[in-house]
């Protein structure tokens, strides 16, 4: 399974690869490069396959905003039946832009603002993820204010033991930032069903993303468990949810992706037993494989015994080589049949601007195109200007069919909300 969900999408067709039935020189001809590509049928499959083994249970998936943020991807994913999970008031502006409304969207987050309290509650969001007793009295006291009630799902850090490849990505861990300590759980719970304007619907937890073993949801969810128990003994009204966050693996490479029947083994009888209604939030398992960011070779070059493929993509369009090094696996468009090993860097005036050291690639040119591949979660929505480079373009594939979804920016983007001739203010 492991290939052909890594190749979703994206076949060679006539010697040169393809997503789905549109030529990648044929987008590469006409936006430009660098570009991301998204196959809307790989989403829909990914969608399809996860939904597929949570059916035994009531649950929905809220894909979480972050991994790909825009707008035509979040309007897919909710055509589907998705819901979102966001982490800010700017994910909560993209969600209802693309058309989702406040039943279908939980907010997440460490650090959520005054400002993006109020903007979510008139929203009329579905649930907060509340991550810290501070974050619950603020919470409480705006909701007041707009003389509202807050729905609220504690996010606990279970405190288990989570494998990923970086230790970035482990958020379930004790001593993480994120989430209410499991040993406090009980009493800012009760808090929550205790305060005049919160009201306690469920338990939360989101233990690490790019997540392959089935075990740390087992752990986590039986510790959820016996806090539904302790909370519905501490005299809760009102449990509805819970909420067992993403992080489900896909394959960059050799990596196992998760086993989604032993995913649904464990998550299914757990779900069950708490009698209440299943939340996930995939990011990665959604969008990942379904992308290829297309890039072009500038130059080749080499210099003290290294060899350089020199590209158009750099690390501000692509962070994740750098910033967690990330393997993705990169096919040339129309391959030339000769291997080289080499450094495949970008324009970017950092020596940590590689997608990949002293990797085997085909023999390419100049001019030539180059797909690196499962660069649909954390590549365009973790891109930057740095260096001043405008962001990519990216692009919707669906059938034979494709359409620019993020246009490529231009040099004026850059400056817009700058001046040149400052206006100060005094003291
Ligand atoms: C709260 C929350 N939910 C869901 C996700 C999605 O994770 P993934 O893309 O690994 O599924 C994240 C990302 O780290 C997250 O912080």
Request: proline residues 5%; hydrophobic residues 40%; negative net charge.
């Amino acid at each position: 399974m492991g290939e052909s969900v890594l190749t979703a999408g994206f076949a060679p067709a006539d010697g040169a690869l393809a997503c789905e039935g549109v030529s990648l020189e044929t987008i590469a001809h006409e936006v430009g490069t660098p570009v991301f590509i998204y196959s809307a049928g790989a989403i829909r499959d990914a969608y399809t396959r996860l939904d597929r083994v949570l059916a035994p249970v009531p649950h929905r998936l809220h894909y979480s905003v972050k991994a790909n943020s825009s707008l035509a991807v979040l309007a897919l994913v909710h055509s589907l039946g998705a819901g979102v999970d966001i982490v800010s008031g700017g994910e909560l502006h993209r969600a209802r832009l693309a058309g989702l409304t406040g039943p279908d969207i939980v907010f997440s987050g460490v650090g959520k603002t005054e400002r993006e309290l109020r903007e979510a509650l008139a929203a009329g969001i579905l649930l907060f993820n509340v991550e810290s007793e501070g974050e619950l009295r603020l919470l409480d006291r705006v909701a007041g204010d707009m003389r509202l009630t807050a729905p609220v799902a504690l996010r606990v850090n279970p405190e288990v033991s989570v494998d990923t490849p970086h230790h970035y990505t482990r958020t379930g861990e004790r001593g993480d930032k994120f989430g209410v300590p499991y040993g406090d759980a009980l009493a800012v719970g009760r808090l929550a069903f205790t305060l005049p304007h919160t009201r306690l619907l469920g338990l939360d937890m989101h233990i690490g993303s790019q997540v392959s073993s089935v075990d740390p949801y087992r752990d986590g969810m039986l510790r959820l468990l016996e806090l539904v128990d302790d909370l519905r003994a501490a005299g809760a009204p009102d449990l509805r949810y819970l909420d067992i966050g993403g992080g489900l693996a896909v394959t960059y490479d050799a990596e196992d992706p998760i086993d989604l029947d032993a995913y649904a083994a464990t998550v299914l009888p757990n779900a069950a037993a708490s009698a209440l209604k299943l939340l996930v939030e995939p990011g990665r398992y959604l969008v990942g494989n379904a992308g290829v960011l297309l890039t072009r070779v500038l130059y080749r070059k080499e210099g003290g015994g290294r060899e350089f493929v020199i590209t158009d993509a750099g690390m501000n369009d692509l962070l994740r080589p750098s910033h967690y090094n990330a393997y993705h696996r990169i096919d040339s468009v129309r391959p030339r049949g000769g291997r080289t090993r080499a450094d495949i860097v970008g324009p970017v005036c950092e020596s940590g601007d590689f997608v990949a050291l002293g990797r085997e690639v085909d023999d390419v040119r100049p001019g030539d195109l180059l797909a690196i591949r499962s660069a649909g979660a954390y590549g365009f929505a973790m891109s930057s200007n740095y260096n001043s480079r405008p962001r990519a373009a990216e692009v919707m594939v669906d059938g034979d069919r494709f359409a620019v979804i993020t246009a490529r920016e231009q040099y004026e983007d850059l400056v817009r909300r700058e001046t040149v001739h400052p206006t100060w203010r005094t003291a």
